[in-house]
């Protein structure tokens, strides 16, 4: 079954306290990202990747780092969280082109407290 | 800058209803239009697309056509369920950036 999987679903952490969301698919797809979901804000980008060793980053990516060391994993670090990175995130991946649609996993809820 | 605008919501209809939910954008170059949904408790699943001018996407009884002129890529349905119940995203892909924007999400709540 073609899927994204992300872990973990919920995490509640302290400030400063370094966490990973892992990210992988089974799809081959070149194309992989990190969204943040905010009330009346929707979805925002936070990284993208093109491929292996190729990142760069989206409209909000301070205090996020990512990592493209295999072709089906895409982590998302928080190396000192803090409060306002609470959120539900999202990653996606599709083939490289740009008319092909993203496929999702079912999110990871993040509490900072 | 490149962005999606939709209408806020909530939307509540009464089932049979007619559904629109409005989405313009804002993109330097040539973007390909999506909508896509999301259920209580799931990530998003696409539900449209439309990659030119003038194209029309459609599944599950939704519709949305790409209006370059207008700069916009409306979803309508012409009887909505209770299970069409969802936040519906429109979303833009530009190849010149190879980044994707999502509008804010429009909540449909629809009551038998």
């Known amino acids: 079954e073609a899927q994204v999987t992300q872990n973990p679903r919920y995490l509640i952490t302290v400030t400063g306290k370094k966490l990973t969301v892992t990210c992988s698919q089974n799809?081959?797809?070149?194309?992989m990202s990190w969204y943040r979901q905010d009330p009346g804000l929707g979805l925002r980008q936070i990284y993208y990747?093109?491929?292996?060793?190729?990142?760069d980053k989206g409209d909000v990516p301070e205090g996020y780092k990512v990592s493209r060391k295999e072709k089906r994993n895409f982590p998302l670090i928080l190396e000192s969280p803090s409060p306002n990175q609470t959120s539900l995130y999202f990653c996606?991946?599709?083939?490289?082109?740009?008319?092909?649609?993203?496929?999702f996993g079912d999110g990871t809820r993040l509490s900072i407290l | 800058g490149n962005s999606v605008t939709q209408m806020e919501g909530p939307v509540t209809l009464s089932e049979e209803a007619f559904l629109t939910i409005n989405c313009t954008y804002t993109?330097?170059?040539?973007?390909?239009l999506f909508w896509y949904v999301q259920y209580p408790g799931e990530g998003l699943q696409l539900l449209l697309k439309?990659?030119?001018?003038?194209d029309k996407g459609s599944n599950k009884g939704f519709e949305a056509t790409y209006r370059k002129e207008t700069t916009s890529f409306h979803l309508e349905k012409g009887s909505v369920q209770v299970s069409d119940s969802a936040v519906y995203f429109c979303?833009?892909?530009?190849?010149?950036?190879?980044?994707?924007?999502f509008g804010s999400g429009t909540k449909l709540n629809v009551k038998p």
């Open positions: 439309a990659t030119k001018a003038d």
């Open positions: 996606a991946s599709s083939h490289r082109r740009g008319d092909q649609p993203q496929h």
């Open positions: 990747s093109m491929n292996v060793e190729v990142t």
């Open positions: 799809m081959n797809h070149e194309y």
């Open positions: 993109a330097t170059g040539y973007p390909s």
């Open positions: 979303a833009l892909f530009l190849y010149n950036f190879n980044k994707f924007y």
